[in-house]
């Protein structure tokens, strides 16, 4: 069955960190890209940050490059973003994404449709 599940996410103040994983079923877990989408109320979903699976490609959203690291553990079928200096503006709904097709570039990891699975998304608040 497929399965994606956010866990980590919460109340913080401007400054602070927090650290988002997504566990995923062994069938979802695959052999090519994971990635984190954010969605405010309102708004489109908007890329965030993407891994290979191998670990040493990733990307990241302008917006929060230099400040959130994505890392994954094939051992655990789970992938992680660690966010730092968190803003107010990082307040949205946060989405683990998997994508079974091989193959990573900038612009593949920015289109939603590239991914195969998404989870139920976890909430993040950064209050000022």
């Known amino acids: 069955q497929v399965h994606l599940a956010e866990s980590g996410g919460g109340l913080v103040q401007a400054g602070g960190s927090l650290r988002l994983s997504c566990a995923a079923s062994?069938?979802?877990?695959?052999?090519?890209?994971m990635g984190w989408w954010r969605q405010e109320p309102g708004k489109e979903r908007e890329f965030v940050a993407a891994i290979n699976w191998g670990g040493a490609v990733t990307y990241y959203a302008e917006a929060v490059e230099g400040r959130f690291t994505i890392s994954r553990d094939n051992a655990k079928n789970t992938v992680y973003l660690q966010m730092n200096s968190l803003k107010p503006e990082d307040t949205a709904v946060y989405y683990c994404?998997?994508?079974?097709?091989?193959?990573?570039?900038?612009?593949?990891?920015?289109?939603?449709?590239?991914?195969?699975?998404w989870g139920q998304g976890t909430q993040v608040t950064v209050s000022s």
């Open positions: 062994e069938r979802t877990f695959s052999s090519g890209a």
């Open positions: 994404a998997s994508r079974t097709r091989s193959g990573i570039n900038y612009y593949m990891v920015r289109a939603s449709a590239e991914y195969d699975y």
